[in-house]
Nanobody, 121 residues
Framework: QVQLVESGGGLVKAGGSLSVSCAASGRISSINVMGWYRQAPGKQRELVAAITSGGTTNYADSVKGRFTISRDNAKNTVYLKMNSLKPEDTAVYYC???????????????WGQGTQVTVSS
């Protein structure tokens, strides 16, 4: 049983920076992907950034060069550093984990409760 808890959301001015983190509790496979999705009012949830247990990263085109994702495997924690924030980055940010159980050829997905990030003009 896995739970994800986000922290670090808040209000920031355009051009500023903000960091969010997500700590996972419970048993997670050593093979997994941790990442962040976001959803703005009236819009579909979209992938922001993801990082594998091996350290490979992937970013949405809209945040490349501005956001940095990282993780601490010992703490089962993923971080997202957001720089040069824009009003269009305003959304609820959700932590996400895909747990890969290779031996059983199955995958599990977990979601955090979400944390609000608001960027003012």
């Amino acid at each position: 049983q896995v739970q994800l808890v986000e922290s670090g959301g808040g209000l920031v001015k355009a051009g500023g920076s903000l960091s969010v983190s997500c700590a996972a509790s419970g048993r997670i496979s050593s093979i997994n992907v941790m990442g962040w999705y976001r959803q703005a009012p009236g819009k579909q949830r979209e992938l922001v950034a993801a990082i594998t247990s091996g350290g490979t990263t992937n970013y949405a085109d809209s945040v490349k060069g501005r956001f940095t994702i990282s993780r601490d495997n010992a703490k089962n924690t993923v971080y997202l550093k957001m720089n040069s924030l824009k009003p269009e980055d305003t959304a609820v940010y959700y932590c996400h984990v895909k747990d890969v159980r290779v031996a059983f050829r199955v995958e599990y997905e977990y979601w955090g409760q979400g944390t609000q990030v608001t960027v003012s003009s």
